[in-house]
């Protein structure tokens, strides 16, 4: 059973940090994984995805420069650096995994999610 399981969220003020982990198990991944976010009242969208094989990561245009994705492979675990955190960026973050590899924005290629993590950041 694979399992991904958000942790790190929580409330902190404009210009702070926070690092989310999302720790996987059940399979061994060899796509993208990634970071989407969702606020009240609006829909999900895309914020980071790292491919665990290359390395190589994409990030949404808001969050380049104050963002950064990496991984423990030993761990299974991904982590989401956040610095310079905004306001406009409080949403529930949830982590997210492909099986095979497809572009890294589109949720449609992640069959597998976790449960999500709040994060609020006030001004």
């Known amino acids: 059973q694979v399992q991904l399981v958000e942790s790190g969220g929580g409330l902190v003020q404009a210009g702070d940090s926070l690092r989310l982990s999302c720790a996987a198990s059940g399979r061994t991944f060899s796509s993208y994984m990634g970071w989407f976010r969702q606020a009240p009242g609006k829909e999900r969208e895309f914020v980071t995805a790292l491919h665990w094989i290359s390395g190589d990561t994409c990030y949404r245009d808001s969050v380049k420069g104050r963002f950064t994705m990496s991984r423990d492979k030993g761990k299974n675990t991904m982590y989401l650096r956040m610095n310079s955190l905004k306001p406009e960026d409080t949403a529930v973050y949830f982590c997210?995994?492909?099986?095979?590899?497809?572009?890294?924005?589109?949720?449609?290629?992640?069959?597998?999610w976790g449960q999500g993590t709040q994060v609020t950041v006030s001004s």
């Open positions: 997210a995994a492909q099986i095979s590899t497809y572009q890294c924005e589109s949720e449609d290629y992640y069959p597998y």
